[in-house]
């Protein structure tokens, strides 16, 4: 090792982890990279996140490649430090082509161009497009080809049987895991509803230009279900209790986790004290959540925790579905996709946009009146979101 390079390193990412799965490497072998700009993905089995680059300079080896591991404190690269490379100069316009006298080539079909006694070939034998691999110039397809392939056997009609194998990642393992302890470990029941928006769409409508003028963000739905979550975990504790041994601990907070998409997978970063949000607050910090999870952003102490968790399934057009609770927690909340449906109101049946919740609780912990109630706690708070404001 050149004295000059400097060892990449995997830092520690939290005190409980002892190990990562390299991610993606940014920086090719060779390549320059800039002073703090992320150089590699780590997977830890809690979350994903970036290694910067300690200086400016060029990615001499990579000891580690993608997918495989790494114990915390291991080196794996190097980085020659060194001045950034001068822009290169722009390259000169291409002289303009010739007039071509080259007759136009035949149409494409499969992996080439099929010339026509090569066609011919492929319609005597009944071959379909794309079944003849070309080996002539630019891949067309010759008339030997088509004969090369007559003579190995039939041709095999359908699209690609390739397999690919690829390793789970830390995260995509936790997951799994945690969904299996959840299934195996807790007496999981769900119980459902559904809620007219009209209200709540109308009051967005409404105040959204004012609210997004005076918060610079946009008034969504979450922000009404957490508060009514908040609500309802006041009004029925056991559903923000979590079982441990033969006791279990009441948490006065609300410490509400928001299921995010991220680069890597499904993260649920927290709400800590969502009971003393306010609706731009939470607006804020899940615009925030959402942006930092697609470039895994997310720190590790922020997905710690947790007192209950929602889920928004709507978002990629779920008419209904079981969320599974989060352990060790006791209940998850699922919202699905907002559709117009004929309901009955007052004796008349209208159109209205209606939303599917589904509430699943750990039944050791939550009686099923406490989970009904609940969940029709929100329903009637969704349904009149002033109540919400006014905390009736």
């Known amino acids: 090792m050149s004295t000059q390079e400097i060892e990449i390193k995997v830092p520690r990412p939290g005190e409980s982890i002892s190990e990562v799965m390299i991610g993606e490497w940014y920086i090719k072998e060779g390549q320059y990279v800039a002073a703090d700009r992320n150089l590699v993905a780590l997977e830890s089995d809690k979350a994903t996140f970036d290694v910067p680059s300690p200086k400016g300079g060029i990615l001499t080896r990579v ?23 001068a822009a290169a100069a722009p390259a000169a316009p291409a002289a303009p082509a010739a007039p071509s006298t080259t007759p136009a080539a035949p149409a494409k079909s499969g992996s080439g161009h099929v010339m026509p006694a090569a066609e011919r070939v492929m319609a005597e034998n009944n071959l379909p497009a794309g079944s003849v691999q070309g080996t002539g110039p630019g891949g067309r397809v010759l008339k030997e080809d088509v004969i090369r392939t007559v003579s190995a056997g039939p041709v095999q009609v359908g699209g690609s049987r390739e397999t690919r194998s690829v390793p789970l990642s830390p995260i995509r393992q936790t997951i799994a895991k945690r969904l299996v302890d959840a299934q ?166 209208v159109i209205r946009p209606m939303m599917y919740i589904a509430l699943t609780y750990d039944h050791r912990v939550v009686d099923g009146r406490e989970a009904v109630s609940f969940l029709k706690l929100v329903k009637d708070l969704i349904e009149d979101p002033t109540r919400l404001i006014l905390e009736v």
């Open 184 to 349: 195996h470990t807790a007496a999981l029941l769900s119980t459902f509803n559904e809620v007219d928006m009209s209200a709540v769409k109308k009051l967005r409508e409404s105040y959204k230009d004012a609210f997004e003028k005076k918060y610079n963000v946009k008034l969504g739905f979450m922000s009404f279900f957490v508060r009514a979550v908040v609500a309802g975990l006041q009004q029925y504790p056991q559903l923000n209790a979590q079982m441990s041994g033969k006791s279990l601990t009441y948490y006065n907070y609300c410490d509400i986790g928001i299921a995010i998409g991220g680069g890597k997978g499904l993260v649920v970063p927290i709400l800590r004290n969502a009971e003393n949000m306010s609706f731009a607050d939470i607006e804020l910090a899940i615009v925030d959540f959402a942006v930092r999870a697609k470039k895994n952003q997310i720190a590790l102490e922020e997905l710690e925790g947790g007192t209950f968790t929602i889920t928004n399934g709507g978002v990629y057009g779920s008419l209904l579905s079981t969320p599974i609770v989060n352990p060790p927690q006791s209940g998850v909340l699922g919202m699905h996709g907002i559709f117009d449906r004929p309901v009955a109101v007052n004796g008349q049946v």
């Open 63 to 85: 000891l580690k490649k993608a997918g495989e591991t790494a114990l915390v404190d291991e080196v794996i690269g190097y980085l020659q430090p060194a001045e950034a490379p």
